[in-house]
C-alpha cells in the first residue's frame, strides 16, 4: 500500500493577521453569537410574560394584560428584557473568548473593541428596524457598551489562558 508524505507546518510558519484583523472577526463573532441565543431568549422572555400574567396561552394573553396591574406589568417587562441582556452578555464573553485564545497576537484590548464594535452593529441595525425610542436606546447602548467591556474582558483574559 503506498502511503504519501504528512506535511506538516508548524504556527510559527504561518503568517499571523495583525492585531487590528480581530475587531471586525470579534464583531461578527459577537453578532453571529448573540443571534441564536436572542432567539431563545426571546422564547424565555414571553414565557416569563405569561407567567407573570397567569395566562394559560398566548390567546389569553390581551385579556390578561387589560387586567394586569402596572406592577405586573412591568416585572414583565423586567422578565422578558432578561433573558436577551444575559445573552448579549454570554455572546460578549464567548465572542472574546475566542479571539483572546485564537486571536494571535491579539489580545485584551482587539476583543473589548470588538464587542463594542458588535455592540454598534446591533444596535444600529435596531434603530433601523425602528420603534426604539431614543430613552430605551440610550439605555440599550449604555448596557451594552457595558456588557461587551466587561464580558469582553473577562473572556479575552480566559481565552489568553487558555493558550497553548
Not at 464583531?27 to 432567539?39: D, H, K, M, S
Not at 433573558?83 to 497576537?105: H, N, T
Request: hydrophobic residues 55%; positive net charge.
Amino acid at each position: 500500500m503506498r502511503r504519501l508524505p504528512v506535511l506538516q507546518s508548524s504556527s510559527d510558519d504561518a503568517p499571523q493577521r495583525p492585531p487590528w484583523h480581530y475587531l471586525v472577526i470579534g464583531a461578527g463573532f459577537t453578532v453571529t453569537l448573540w443571534l441564536p441565543l436572542a432567539i431563545v431568549a426571546t422564547w424565555v422572555g414571553s414565557r416569563l410574560a405569561l407567567w407573570v400574567f397567569g395566562a394559560a396561552a398566548e390567546s389569553d394573553l390581551p385579556a390578561a394584560v387589560a387586567r394586569a396591574s402596572a406592577t405586573q406589568k412591568g416585572w414583565a417587562a423586567v422578565l422578558q428584557a432578561a433573558p436577551l441582556m444575559l445573552s448579549f452578555c454570554l455572546a460578549c464573553f464567548g465572542s472574546a473568548l475566542l479571539v483572546g485564545r485564537f486571536g494571535g497576537k491579539a489580545g485584551v484590548r482587539e476583543a473589548v473593541l470588538g464587542n463594542l464594535f458588535g455592540s454598534a452593529v446591533v444596535l444600529g441595525l435596531s434603530l433601523l428596524a425602528g420603534g426604539v425610542g431614543g430613552a430605551v436606546a440610550a439605555a440599550a447602548g449604555a448596557f451594552m457598551g457595558a456588557s461587551a467591556a466587561l464580558a469582553g474582558w473577562a473572556g479575552a483574559r480566559l481565552g489568553r489562558r487558555l493558550r497553548r
